[in-house]
């Protein structure tokens, strides 16, 4: 589920993505590749899909904006820092920065692209040697909060002078004990949290 800067919100459902405009649902495509683990939307509007097995990310691009928008689709990639791309959890900055959660069973890496067309250029690492990241988000300030199933952990990079990220210093691991489906951030910076086991929302 994704939300845009209107208070719109996004969701998929099998190999469809709809959205919801005061209350009325429309499809916006019903034709993905595959089911998406997450979907994020950009500042223009176009919509980002991810999905397992896939290594390619859908991308869903504003033809003409209206409420709803039309839609083209097409299919972006990118390479990974090691192995085949397999990316399962996207977010998008209000820059229009794309981060991945690419899963590697040697070890996942979060990393950050830009879109140039219908291609995505490396820009850097968030982080790396993670178990199973499965959600990500970005808040107004650039901070990168990531999910980690395989270990029940939802950890904060912050973003530092020369473009590189570390773990915040003071709130680097937010949430332990947790298993994480789903990540969101207000424009107030709060972040929730989709728990599987409680079946509850964390803010």
Do not use: H, W
């Not at 397999?86 to 690419?102: E, K, M, S, W, Y």
């Not at 990241?133 to 950890?155: E, R, S, T």
């Amino acid at each position: 589920m994704a939300v845009d800067g209107a208070g719109n919100v996004y969701a998929a459902s099998g190999t469809s993505v709809r959205e919801s405009i005061g209350g009325t649902v429309y499809t916006l495509s019903s034709s993905l590749p595959a089911a998406p683990n997450q979907i994020a939307v950009d500042q223009a509007g176009n919509i980002f899909a991810v999905a397992s097995g896939a290594s390619t990310i859908t991308e869903l691009q504003v033809a003409a904006a209206g409420s709803p928008s039309t839609y083209s689709q097409t299919t972006i990639s990118y390479t990974p820092g090691s192995g085949t791309a397999a990316p399962q959890a996207i977010a998008v900055d209000t820059a229009g920065n794309l981060f991945v959660a690419d899963y590697q069973a040697a070890g996942s890496s979060i990393y950050r692209l830009s879109l140039a067309g219908n291609a995505l250029q490396y820009q850097t690492t968030v982080a790396t040697g993670l178990n199973n990241p499965v959600a990500l988000a970005v808040d107004p300030a650039g901070n990168v909060y990531i999910a980690d199933k395989g270990v029940g952990v939802v950890y904060e990079y912050s973003p530092g002078a020369t473009g590189s990220y570390a773990l915040n210093a003071t709130r680097g691991t937010l949430l332990s004990s947790v298993t994480p489906v789903a990540l969101a951030v207000d424009a107030a910076g709060d972040l929730y949290l989709q728990e599987e086991r409680s079946s509850s929302a964390i803010e």
